[in-house]
């Protein structure tokens, strides 16, 4: 029997290794150019297997042209990546991930009778319209309670980074960090695609930080992200300190960078701290670096600001800073930054905590939202269900998707009367999948067909009655 192939698309296969390659070996990366150059052509399990690995559904392959992933906050990064048409399906699925949670916070706080934060959307104001970057920056600093200079007394740059993370929670906005996707080690998020993104929200503004940049750089994507707090504008953050950045909003870039300039380089103490150190300049950017617990990157673009350096010396930095990144070995082991503790914000999980003991969640439903969004994701991006079947399980208030999270995450047996649609089975790589017959369905998804996809059994109430040997 003639093994089963077909001829992909080769815009489709470009588009997998750009959304997908940090998930693929070498072996695959190599496949996939093979068969865009038309020395061969994949066979259906083939297809498959790359669909399992790359997490893209199956029915992808068959397209024309790759699909385009509406969300919003994709329009607003930093920098215009014009050969970047989508986002990786770890960076959609982080961005899921914190929506939920900030629309889970928003409602909590708004029950709980919380007024709006007066800091999201201050920098609009009329008064502020005509102030200079250290004038807004010193503001800023006030509002916080922040002090000039106030992170070049610090001891560490992971000391600074929580110091300010708690002064932001202390007014209600939100920072969490991560390196992966939820509680998916392998699903590692790229620092290439984005180092910070920022949620504007009045009641749970969300802050996100990819740990997998270096710990100097960290506290400059907060503090950006901060301004762009001030100034209500969402962003993905993912400026690389090129020369000539082509920014979307170049304008706004600009003024938010002078401001986190002022912010985390207060200039007396930056001149002072230049003008003492006996160091050629090279070794003064990193001496001072260090001091504001800042990247060297960062601290001799500030330098060449302030008239101390000549964009020479910021490129041989910026040089040294990409090799040191390239060299950059992950040591192994348990990573302090990855550590759930961690990740998660303290606001955030005091919400929880004062939640459950009101009565009205329980202490582990924030642990529960990354899988809540694998499952939003997959029911949108499996190809089952049509639009309006999908936008029903997105709903606030549907408890099926929930229910399955709950039950996936804590090994629990969900009862219900709902059956298997029949459209559903186990493929060749023994996962539980849509069998593509006949087109989307227009229902709802059945909670047994996904259920059993994240490994979740299901049984009816008289199922129950049997295994418990009860008379109801």
Request: charged residues 25%; glycine residues 6%; hydrophobic residues 35%.
């Amino acid at each position: 029997m003639a093994t089963a192939t077909f001829k992909v698309n080769n815009d489709i296969l470009n588009w997998v290794l750009q959304i997908a390659g940090t998930q693929l070996n070498s072996e695959w990366i190599n496949k996939i150019n093979t068969w865009i150059k038309g020395e061969k052509t994949p066979t259906i399990n083939q297809l498959k297997n790359l669909s399992k690995k790359s997490q893209i559904p199956f029915g992808n392959f068959f397209l024309s042209q790759p699909p385009r992933v509406e969300m919003p906050l994709l329009q607003f990064r930093t920098i215009d990546n014009s050969g970047i048409t989508d986002a990786s399906h770890e960076l959609l699925s982080t961005i899921d991930a914190i929506q939920l949670k900030a629309a889970w916070l928003e409602d909590y706080r708004i029950k709980e009778g919380y007024s709006k934060i007066a800091f999201i959307g201050m920098g609009n104001k009329k008064k502020y319209r005509s102030a200079s970057y250290k004038e807004i920056a010193e503001e800023i600093l006030k509002y916080f309670d922040l002090v000039k200079g106030w992170n070049s007394t610090i001891k560490s740059n992971q000391n600074a980074f929580n110091f300010l993370r708690k002064k932001l929670s202390q007014k209600g906005i939100v920072t969490e960090t991560g390196s992966f996707v939820g509680n998916k080690t392998r699903d590692s998020l790229n620092i290439n695609e984005f180092r910070a993104f920022v949620l504007i929200n009045k009641y749970a503004p969300f802050i996100f930080i990819n740990t997998k940049d270096s710990e100097n750089a960290r506290l400059f994507s907060l503090v950006h992200e901060l301004v762009h707090l001030w100034y209500e504008k969402t962003e993905i953050f993912n400026y690389n300190f090129q020369t000539n950045p082509q920014y979307l909003n170049k304008k706004l870039e600009q003024q938010v960078n002078k401001i986190s300039e002022c912010i985390l380089f207060d200039k007396d103490i930056f001149v002072k701290a230049w003008i003492e150190s006996n160091d050629l300049a090279l070794d003064k950017i990193y001496e001072i670096a260090k001091k504001f617990k800042t990247s060297p990157i960062a601290t001799a673009i500030t330098a060449k600001n302030y008239g101390l350096i000549t964009q020479r010396v910021v490129d041989e930095v910026k040089g040294e800073t990409t090799k040191n990144v390239a060299n950059r070995k992950n040591k192994g082991g348990p990573n302090f930054y990855d550590t759930l503790a961690y990740r998660i914000d303290i606001n955030f999980a005091t919400s929880v905590i004062n939640s459950t003991e009101a009565g009205d969640t329980t202490y582990l439903d924030a642990f529960v939202w990354s899988k809540y969004a694998e499952i939003i994701n997959y029911v949108q991006n499996c190809g089952a269900y049509q639009t309006g079947s999908v936008n029903e399980w997105k709903k606030p208030g549907k408890a099926d998707p929930l229910l399955i999270a709950i039950a996936s995450q804590y090994n629990y047996q969900i009862v219900t009367f709902e059956r298997e649609s029949g459209q559903f089975g186990y493929d060749v790589n023994n996962e539980w999948n849509w069998k593509h017959n006949g087109g989307p369905i227009r229902h709802e998804p059945k909670i047994p067909d996904i259920a059993k996809h994240f490994g979740v059994s299901c049984i009816t109430l008289f199922d129950l009655e049997e295994k418990l040997k009860l008379c109801i």
